[in-house]
């Protein structure tokens, strides 16, 4: 059992989540994730670690409600536990290996979108942490979508900001933007990363390909163990088959089959659309796009 | 030497029934059918049945005391030898060890040793035979990874000669293959597989689930931060493969892993569970081993119309003999000497078909079975909505690529010796980490000859 030693809203059917997981938190690097279970009848369901910290013993999860599991997660509060709690899994991102002469000299885009937004911030933080400055896109709907700015802007060298409706920042697509800063604004990359929704990040992918910049996409799957036992988790990366939870969660955007992988996404979704639908009569909350943005 | 008494015949479900229900397929023998068979066996005094038994249950002896009406007695011989008989007497391939070598098959029939064992250890749990205590405790701390048959035996023998033993397991529930992957219709979860844990428990080893090893916490840091002075890896064989043909990653292409594990480990089955799965009308599993006959009666009893595809001959179907048999009689559909070359789907990207070259059986290869050749120009298609791909698996890299100085084969297999040392000092290896997927029994056997060298292990190095 996995305390929730804090929860808050960070935007509609956003919720950031503290929990007690000494072992997690003592060993996560950014880029990993973990697999929560909230009861004996549920789901495994993977979300990226947002944040961690060892002494505390407490790793933060992100969580956007969007089927009946992830809600059944936000509908957790302060003080009560998820059964289990299972991580870091997957490959930390791949800078952590890379020295801090090497880290100052590149010139790194992280590009959010959503909910991704949360997983983007441990890897700005940890990168602050070793002296290195980088630039971040990050995507949504609208201003109320929005979330991390602040501790984003804490750590990062320039936060822009991108919101469908303009309510705040650039308005238009996180690509428009991109294509902005560099095509207009004297911006230059070597290497972006980008976490958010599959969609997002293909349309990413295909632009940076064009502007010849390296790029790292983190793929949300679907998973069942999350440690390599059952492929659910396979994706295409060029032509070889990779298991998303140990080969992953991140490759080179530039090599992924992104259209096989958001159709694979979709596997069980008529199935869980009924099982929503059941609860959603239930509780009569409206379920956002997925899209995120 | 033939036998007047017939071999006793175990009571099923009926096929029609059993094929729309998780529920076991086999009843069991009750006392006096067991007592009867118990008769048959001649109690030779060069028992052949225990040479081949790869832990070496005393079966005359036990099938002595049941025949004596001590049923007690019989669940502690059994005990002497094996931690998971319950287990074992179900899905044991006994047709090619214990009584495969018994004296009597050869004019007649063999006793029925694993329904015999499968009696002796249900009997012991329903009536709560005393099978033992630990040893008293000897201040030693050993760790196991992974909680299936090869680290919950390993874990059992370390408990009872006194060690503390801490079993770690990546998965939300402890049993490795018996939770995840042998399904409720051969092997019943609550009532087999948690009571056997359950007696584990009992014995004081403590089971840390939801524990990664090589990602929540690597074998250096249990060797010297933890304080444990050897490990046992027991994290058996459960990378899955798949053919690398065209059409593989369509929406509906599966591996029996996945499937298993939906519906076992996270029982789709069971609609108060949240777990979805995707059920087709016809399915195909490509594959011949015990994991592919089991996906497909899991399909079956899931509403499908199953077809096994395998590229050799029924002859060569590495599954136990009992379950094709069952599978047979759950209207699996065999497509033999046939092999997949790809898997075609819809616009939407659906599996539609899956298309197939018919095979036939060529000179015998290195493993003495003889190899498939294709027939050319014999393509054809399968009309399928499902496929169920069970090519068999490998170890997974996870522990191997964090732990310096442990070796592993061209297999991924971890390098190990027969007594279970591995390259590195302090770590022991079992079962199918190190052996590749192989049987319940094997790795039970592996787990307790390791158990054996962690004691005279530790004794040396850390006893004064
Ligand atoms: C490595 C990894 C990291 C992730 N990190 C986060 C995170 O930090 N925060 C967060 O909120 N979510 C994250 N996700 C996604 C999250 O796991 C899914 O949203 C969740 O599994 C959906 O479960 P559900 O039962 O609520 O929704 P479901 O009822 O299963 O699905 C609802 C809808 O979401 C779609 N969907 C299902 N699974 C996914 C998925 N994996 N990704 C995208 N859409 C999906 C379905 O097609 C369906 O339309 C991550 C996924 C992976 C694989
Ligand atoms: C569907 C199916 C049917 C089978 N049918 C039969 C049968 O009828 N008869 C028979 O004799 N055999 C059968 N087998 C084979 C048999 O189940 C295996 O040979 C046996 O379970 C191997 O035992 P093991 O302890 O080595 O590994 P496993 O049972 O695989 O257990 C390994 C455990 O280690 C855990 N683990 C792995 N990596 C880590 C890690 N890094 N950290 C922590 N934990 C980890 C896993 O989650 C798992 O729980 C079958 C196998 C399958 C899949
Ligand atoms: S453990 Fe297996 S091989 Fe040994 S006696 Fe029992 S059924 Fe036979
Ligand atoms: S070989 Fe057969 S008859 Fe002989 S002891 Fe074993 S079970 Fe009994
Ligand atoms: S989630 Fe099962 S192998 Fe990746």
Known sequence: MFKIVSKRLLAPHIYLMDIEAPRVAKAALPGQFVIVRVHEKGERIPLTIADYNAEAGTVTIVTQTVGASTRLICAKEEGEFLLDFVGPLGMPSELVNETDEQLRARKILFIAGGVGTAPVYPQVKYLHGRGVKVDVIIGAKGKDALIFQDEMKSVANEVFVATDDGSVGFKGLVTDLLKDLVQNRGKQYDLVVTIGPMIMMKFVAALTRELNIHTIASLNTLMVDGTGMCGACRVSIGNEIKFTCVDGPEFDAHLVNFDEAMRRQNMYRTIEGVKDKELEEKDHKCKIGRDGK | ?464
């Not at chain 2, 998780?22 to 049945?49: D, H, W």
């Not at chain 2, 009992?202 to 690597?218: N, P, Q, W, Y």
């Open chain 2, 1 to 464: 030497m033939a036998n007047k008494i017939p071999r006793v015949p175990v009571r099923e479900q009926d096929p029609n029934k059993r094929k729309t229900n998780f529920e076991e397929v086999c009843f069991g023998y009750n006392t006096e059918e067991a007592s009867l068979e118990a008769t048959r066996c001649i109690q030779c005094k060069k028992p052949r049945c225990v040479d081949a038994c790869p832990v070496s249950i005393n079966i005359p002896k036990f099938i002595n005391a049941v025949s004596e009406g001590n049923h007690a007695d019989a669940a502690r011989i059994i005990a002497e030898d094996s931690s998971l008989p319950a287990v074992c007497g179900r899905v044991c391939p006994q047709e090619s060890q214990c009584e495969g070598s018994c004296i009597l098959g050869v004019k007649g029939e063999p006793v029925s040793i694993g329904k015999l064992e499968r009696f002796v250890a249900d009997y012991s749990r329903d009536h709560n035979v005393d099978l033992g205590k630990p040893g008293p405790r000897n201040g030693y701390k050993v760790a196991i990874v992974g909680s299936g048959p090869a680290g919950l035996s390993c874990a059992n023998d370390l408990a009872k000669m006194g060690y503390f033993v801490k079993i770690f397991e990546a998965l939300h529930k402890p049993g490795g293959v018996l939770e995840y992957g042998i399904p409720e219709f051969r092997l019943p979860k609550e009532r087999v597989v948690k009571h056997e844990i359950d007696n584990l428990r009992k014995l004081g080893v403590e089971i840390e689930t939801d524990v990664v090893i090589g990602r929540t916490i690597t074998i250096d840091q249990l060797l010297n931060q933890e304080g444990f002075h050897a490990v046992f890896l027991g994290s058996g064989a459960g990378l899955p493969k798949f053919m690398h043909i065209p059409g593989e990653n369509l929406n509906g292409v599966v591996s029996a892993n996945e499937f298993l594990t939906r519906n076992n480990l996270m029982k789709a089955f069971d609609t108060t569970y949240d777990t979805p799965i995707y059920i087709g009308k016809r399915v195909a599993v490509v594959g011949g081993g015990n994991v592919a006959i089991d996906a497909a009666r899991t399909a079956i009893r899931l509403g499908s119309d199953v077809s096994l595809i395998y590229r050799r001959s029924e002859k060569e179907l590495p599954a136990r003999v009992e379950e094709v048999h069952h599978a047979k009689q759950e209207g699996l559909e065999f497509h033999m000497l046939t092999n997949p070359i790809e898997i075609l789907g819809t616009d939407t990207g659906w599996v539609k078909s899956i298309r197939c070259l018919k095979m036939e059986l060529g000179e015998p290869d290195k493993s003495g079975r003889r190899s498939p050749v294709e027939i050319p120009n014999s393509e054809f298609n399968i009309e399928v909505d499902v496929v169920i791909m069970s090519l068999g698996t490998s170890p997974n890299p996870l522990i191997a690529s964090t732990t310096p100085g442990l070796e592993v084969n061209k297999w991924k297999c971890i390098v190990a010796d027969d007594q279970g040392q591995t390259k590195r000092e302090g770590v022991f290896a079992g079962g199918d980490a190190v052996t590749g997927a192989a049987t319940v029994i094997l790795a039970m056997g592996a787990g307790r000859k390791a158990a054996k060298a962690i004691d005279t292990y530790v004794t040396k190095k850390f006893k004064k």
